[in-house]
């Protein structure tokens, strides 16, 4: 039985990663790409467990080789997807999630528009600087220009959100978790008759209620707070500039 690829999209510091490390504790069957990238390793990142990291030359030399399914440069940093790893999950048959940003999603789309995307928005700005700083203080980097850009940044990639076909809010941590779940779950019923075993009714109701096209009035407030629902195309941070306002 063919494994199911899943794209999880999401502005830095959403909690994108919390929410996927809790998943593979969660799910079986589901292997995670490890992503190549140029950027530095950050805190207590491995070469192998979060990401391949490697120089530019040696990425470039990759990709003129056509060895990833996808890449893009975020950042300032390039990353990409090995095929290797979609040969490897789908050899095991199991289910590939992807971590990857907004222009990767669409060319792993393009190639594959079977693939179930899932955008993770933080619900408001000023909660998505907080994560953004506390992250930056575990690892002992606190760089308020770093997360001026990255908050920017968000607002642009949450434009994108309509591309993707489950749309999680991730405010309570557990609740979030437990919709990817429900996703993931709801998604191996619907395409391979996988039992849900005695929860499933409800885990078909959480996963249905994610899916974007139900999720209008749930997302208003979260697009207003970034400034996504209005049609100027000028968007501004809703507070002030300076990088100490808490
Ligand atoms: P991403 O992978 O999207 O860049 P992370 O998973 O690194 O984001 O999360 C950014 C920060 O937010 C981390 O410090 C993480 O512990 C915290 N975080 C993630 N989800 C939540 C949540 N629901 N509530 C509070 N803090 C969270
Ligand atoms: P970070 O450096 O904070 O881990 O990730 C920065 C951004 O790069 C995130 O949006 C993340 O999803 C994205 N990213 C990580 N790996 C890949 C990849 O292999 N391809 C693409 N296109 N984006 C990636």
């Known amino acids: 039985m063919a494994g199911i690829l899943f794209i999880i999209s999401a502005p830095s510091g959403s909690g994108k990663s919390t929410l996927v490390n809790e998943l593979r504790k969660q799910v079986s069957g589901v292997d995670f790409a490890i992503s190549w990238t140029t950027r530095a390793p950050r805190g207590s990142e491995e070469h192998g467990r979060e990401y391949c990291f490697t120089t530019r030359e040696e990425f470039e030399r990759m990709l003129a ?16 997807t090995a095929r290797q790893s979609l040969d490897e999950a789908r050899a095991a ?7 990857i940003d907004v222009q990767g999603a669409a060319q792993v789309r393009a190639k594959m528009p079977e693939a179930v995307g899932i955008f993770v928005m933080p619900p408001n700005p000023r909660v998505l600087r907080t994560r953004l700083r506390n992250r930056s203080r575990a690892e002992g980097v606190v760089n308020e220009e770093e997360v001026y850009r990255r908050l920017r940044e968000a607002t642009k990639e949450i434009e994108n959100y309509r ?13 979030a978790v437990a ?10 019923f ?3 008759g996988e039992p849900i075993a ?5 885990v078909l109701e959480v996963a ?8 209008q009035e749930r997302l208003k407030p ?7 629902l209005g049609t100027s195309g000028q968007q501004q941070l809703p507070f002030g500039d300076d990088p100490h306002d808490d």
């Not at 890449?71 to 990353?79: D, I, M, Q």
Request: glycine share 8%.
């Open 65 to 80: 080789a056509g060895l990833f399914l996808e890449h893009a440069e975020v950042f300032g940093n390039l990353y990409g």
């Open 93 to 99: 048959g199991h289910d590939l999630l992807l971590d």
């Open 163 to 175: 591309e993707y076909g489950y749309i999680l809010v991730n405010d309570i941590l557990d609740r």
């Open 179 to 188: 919709q990817l779940e429900a996703i993931v779950l709801a998604e191996r």
């Open 190 to 192: 619907y395409r391979n």
């Open 198 to 202: 005695y929860r499933s009714r409800r």
């Open 208 to 215: 249905a209620a994610c899916l974007h096209s139900n999720s």
């Open 222 to 228: 979260v697009l207003e707070a970034f400034g996504v």
